[in-house]
């Protein structure tokens, strides 16, 4: 099983509709967790922390499951600007690798 | 404010050609990270600074490859010999300490020919 594993999509989806990833990872010990995007032929970007009771920032929603060791993140009313790739981040893995473990990213795609 | 920066922005060298890739990172970020994304892949890690002091090199691909941080500040990933499996995008990261969220350069797209 890898570290961190996401669903690599595409994810296809009109506009308006709600979509939602879900990332796993392998290592208990992990102790926090992130989201990024990573728009074509840019670099990654910081989109949302992940914490415990899980979080919103306007049309997104980010929440962790410790127990079945996996984040989530939602986003409502999608819109044509949220067309990238999204990398959930663990860290905390365990000392090798600074700490810190990219998921491969999943692809959304934004349609009219 | 001043983000991380890395030089050049591309880069097209021959097979064989040895390249240097630079990396300015945030002032006063301790840690720096180098990855190698391939296309259509998540960034995959090569290796770890903190300070000048290189922690972790596990994902360098070869001995080919080589990182520096001398005076904990500016980082350069040096490739020898290039092969057409170098061609990626290399990205350079930094955080203000350690189990920070990553902070990116727009990376060195690199075409070995």
């Known amino acids: 099983r890898k570290e961190v594993e996401q669903d690599p999509g595409p994810f296809n989806v009109p506009e308006g509709a709600t979509v939602a990833f879900n990332c796993t990872y392998s290592?208990?010990?992990?102790?926090?967790f992130f989201w990024y995007r990573q728009d074509c032929r840019k670099e990654p970007k910081l989109l949302m922390s992940?914490?415990?009771s899980g979080n919103e920032d306007g049309r997104f929603t980010a929440q962790l499951n410790r127990a079945s060791q996996y984040i989530s993140l939602l986003i409502r009313d999608s819109k044509l600007s949220d067309s990238a790739t999204y990398l959930c981040?663990?860290?905390?893995?365990?000392?090798?690798?600074?700490?810190?473990?990219f998921g491969k990213g999943t692809k959304l795609s934004v349609k009219p | 404010g001043a983000g991380v920066s890395q030089s050049p922005r591309y880069k097209v060298a021959k097979r064989g050609q040895d390249v240097a890739l630079r990396c300015d990172p945030i002032?006063?970020?301790?840690?720096l990270f180098w990855y190698q994304q391939a296309l259509g892949q998540g960034p995959e890690f090569l290796t770890y600074?903190?300070?000048?002091?290189?922690?972790?090199k596990s994902g360098l691909p070869s001995d080919r490859f080589f990182a520096e941080r001398p005076e904990g500040s500016v980082s350069t990933l040096k490739i020898q010999r290039t092969q057409q499996e170098d061609s990626a995008v290399y990205l350079c990261?930094?955080?203000?300490?350690?189990?920070?969220?990553?902070?990116f350069g727009n990376g060195t797209r690199l075409t070995v020919t």
């Open positions: 990261a930094s955080s203000p300490q350690q189990n920070s969220p990553l902070h």
């Open positions: 290592n208990s010990a992990s102790q926090s």
């Open positions: 992940v914490y415990s």
């Open positions: 981040v663990v860290i905390g893995y365990g000392g090798s690798q600074g700490n810190l473990i």
């Open positions: 002032s006063g970020h301790v840690s």
């Open positions: 600074f903190q300070n000048e002091a290189q922690l972790d």
